[in-house]
C-alpha cells in the first residue's frame, strides 16, 4: 500500500505520514506539477509539460507508469495509463533537421501525421513547399517560431537541425583551489550532450559556476543574459575567479556600460528597451558570432525576450534557473525556444550532500486589531493585499524577530515600499530599493557579507541574483502576491552553507483569515514540492526552537 493514490482527472494524491512519501515525491516530480500542499496530503497534477519534459530526458511511459504502480494505494485508472502514454508518444515524432541540401526541414515518422500538422494555419504559414509525404521544407527565420506553434498543438518536435558552431574562444577553468562539484560536473555534461536546454539548481548551488563550466567545455564566444546591473557585476567577478579569463575580455552591456567583447554580460531590460516601437540594442545580438548564449534566472525571462529567442534558435542556449515555475504560464515557451529541461537537482538532494544548508521554514500568524478588521472588510478585494502588509501585528513581530536574531545575519524582505519603509523607520536598518544606486547597493551588500551590517532591509530587487553567502535568517513580510518563484528565490538568499554549519531560518509573517493566508498557501507549493514543510505559529509563541 503505498502513498498515492492517482485519479482519472490526472491529480496524484501523496501523504506525507507514509514512510515512503519523499522517494515518491522524488519520483513523480519530474513529470507532475504540485497543485495544494495542505499539511498531510498534496495533490499533484500529471501534466503534458511535464511529461514532454520526461521524454526529453528519455524517461519512456513504461517507466513512468511503473513507477506510479510501484507507489500507488490503488490501480492507476486506465485513463491516466493511455494519456502518459499519448503524451510520451507524441514527443519526438516530428524532427526539424537539415537535409542534405542543407534546408530546414520538417519530417515525420508518419506521413498522415505531417499532413494533419502541416493543415494547421498558423504551422502553414511557416512552411514553403513539400518535398515528399514526410518532410516540409521549413521558412529559414522560423525555426522557433514552429517549434512554438507544434507545442500548441499537441506534437512537440525535436530540434536536430544543428547550431552554428559560433566564434572559437578559448575559456579554461582555473581550478586551482576548487573543482566542479558532481552535480555541477552532471549539469555541464547533460546540457552539452542535449545542444541547447535548462539546468535547473537550487539557489547557492552554482548555477553560475555551470554556465562557466559549459562555456569552459564549448569555448566560443558567449553571451550572457542577466536581470539587472547588481548581476551582471556578479557574473564578472565569478568568471574572473572562477576562469582564467581577463578583465578584457568580459565585457558588460547594461545602462552603466556599453562594451562588447568575447564574452559580453548584458541585461535584459538593455535588450528589451524600445524607441519609437523598435528595440534600440538589438545589434548586440549580431555584434559577435556567438557560440552559446546563456539566459541567467531564465524563469524571468521577459516575454519579448521570447520573440528574440525564436530568433537565435541557431545558436546554442543555456537556460539556468532554481525553478521553471513562471507566473505567466509562459513554460511552454521556454521549453521551445530556450529547451528542454537537461538536468535538475532536487533542492533536499543538494542539501544532503552538504553543499546548501538545511533550512527550517517557519509561517508566523498575526491577527488584525479590531479598526484594522473593520477596515479591511470595506475595501475592494485588489486592496486587500496591501492592507495586510501594513499591519501593526506584523511590523512589531519583525521587530520580535530581529531582537531574537540580533547576532545573525539578517534580511527583511517585503514587497511594498510604504510597508518597508515603515520597518526601516522603526529599527534604523537601511533599506535597498530599487531606486537604491548600484553603487550603495554594492557597498551595502559587501558591508552585509563582512558582518559589519548585520541586516538588511530589501525589496524585490534581492529576489534573485544577489549572493550573500552567510546570511541566515529571511523575514518575508510581504509579497507578489501568490508567487510561488518569489518563495523559492527568498528562500534562496539564506540556504548558501552557513560558515558555523548551523541551519538557516526563513520566517514568513502572515495575517491570519485574510488574503495574505490565502497567497501564502500558494506561495509554499513550489517549495513544498521540493521537500520543504512550513510549521505554522501564533506570534505570542514566538520565539520558535530550531533543531540545531
Not at 22 to 27: I, S, Y
Not at 158 to 184: C, F, K, M, S, V
Not at 247 to 264: H, L, R
Amino acid at each position: 500500500m503505498g502513498p498515492l493514490i492517482v485519479q482519472s482527472d490526472r491529480t496524484v494524491l501523496l501523504e506525507l505520514d507514509h514512510p515512503d512519501a519523499n522517494a515518491a515525491r522524488q519520483t513523480i516530480g519530474g513529470f507532475a506539477e504540485l497543485e495544494r500542499a495542505p499539511e498531510h496530503v498534496h495533490t499533484y497534477r500529471i501534466t503534458r509539460m511535464g511529461l514532454w519534459n520526461a521524454a526529453a530526458a528519455g524517461v519512456t511511459a513504461d517507466e513512468i507508469i511503473s513507477a506510479l504502480n510501484t507507489y500507488a494505494k490503488f490501480a492507476v485508472p486506465d485513463t491516466v495509463v493511455r494519456t502518459i502514454t499519448d503524451a510520451i508518444d507524441r514527443y519526438g515524432r516530428l524532427d526539424i533537421i537539415r537535409d542534405a541540401e542543407g534546408r530546414l526541414v520538417l519530417t515525420a515518422d508518419d506521413a498522415r501525421l505531417l499532413t494533419d500538422v502541416a493543415n494547421h494555419k498558423r504551422v502553414a504559414a511557416l512552411l514553403t513547399e513539400q518535398v515528399d509525404q514526410r518532410t516540409w521544407i521549413v521558412q529559414e527565420w522560423a525555426r522557433g517560431q514552429l517549434k512554438q506553434e507544434l507545442l500548441r498543438i499537441g506534437w512537440p518536435a525535436e530540434d536536430h537541425a544543428g547550431y552554428t558552431d559560433g566564434d572559437p574562444y578559448e575559456i579554461d577553468l582555473n581550478e586551482d583551489d576548487w573543482h566542479l562539484r558532481p552535480y555541477q560536473q552532471q549539469a555541464v555534461d547533460s546540457f552539452v550532450a542535449g545542444g541547447s536546454g535548462v539546468v535547473v539548481l537550487p539557489c547557492g548551488a552554482g548555477k553560475t559556476i555551470v554556465g562557466a563550466g559549459a562555456m569552459a567545455a564549448l569555448s566560443r564566444k558567449t553571451l550572457i543574459l542577466v536581470t539587472n546591473t547588481l548581476a551582471a557585476h556578479q557574473w564578472r567577478d565569478e568568471l574572473l575567479r572562477r576562469t582564467l579569463l581577463t578583465d578584457e575580455q568580459i565585457g558588460e552591456y547594461s545602462g552603466e556600460a556599453k562594451i562588447i567583447a568575447p564574452v559580453t554580460i548584458a541585461t535584459y531590460q538593455m535588450l528589451t528597451a524600445r524607441r519609437s516601437k523598435k528595440y534600440t540594442h538589438l545589434s548586440l545580438l549580431d555584434a559577435e558570432n556567438w557560440g552559446l548564449i546563456v539566459y541567467d534566472e531564465v524563469h524571468l525571462l521577459p516575454a519579448p525576450i521570447f520573440k528574440l529567442t525564436a530568433e537565435l534558435q541557431a545558436r546554442r542556449r543555456l537556460g539556468l534557473t532554481a525553478t521553471l515555475v513562471r507566473e505567466d504560464g509562459k513554460e511552454s515557451d521556454v521549453f521551445s525556444l530556450i529547451g528542454p529541461k537537461r538536468y535538475e537537482a532536487p533542492w533536499r538532494d543538494i542539501e544532503a550532500q552538504g553543499f546548501i544548508s538545511p533550512a527550517d521554514c517557519v509561517e508566523v500568524r498575526v491577527e488584525f486589531s479590531e479598526d484594522e478588521q473593520a477596515r479591511y472588510a470595506m475595501l475592494a478585494d485588489a486592496e486587500r493585499y496591501h492592507a495586510t502588509a501594513l499591519a501593526e501585528a506584523k511590523l512589531d513581530t519583525v521587530s520580535e524577530l530581529l531582537d531574537e536574531h540580533a547576532d545573525d545575519q539578517t534580511l527583511v524582505i517585503g514587497q511594498y515600499l510604504d510597508q518597508l519603509e515603515l520597518v526601516a523607520e522603526r529599527t534604523g536598518l537601511p533599506l535597498i530599493t530599487g531606486k537604491t544606486p548600484t553603487p550603495e547597493r554594492e557597498r551595502l551588500f559587501a558591508a552585509f557579507r563582512t558582518g559589519e551590517q548585520r541586516a538588511l532591509i530589501v525589496s524585490k530587487v534581492a529576489n534573485f541574483s544577489v549572493d550573500l553567502p552567510d546570511a541566515r535568517v529571511a523575514i518575508q513580510i510581504s509579497g507578489a502576491f501568490g508567487s510561488r518563484q518569489e518563495e523559492a528565490q527568498r528562500l534562496g538568499r539564506i540556504i548558501r552553507p552557513n560558515s558555523d554549519g548551523s541551519r538557516s531560518i526563513f520566517y514568513s509573517i502572515v495575517v491570519a483569515d485574510t488574503v495574505d493566508q490565502d497567497y501564502a498557501l500558494s506561495r509554499q507549493r513550489f517549495l513544498s514540492e521540493q521537500g520543504y514543510s512550513y510549521r505554522i505559529v501564533d506570534a505570542e509563541d514566538l520565539p520558535v526552537q530550531i533543531p540545531a
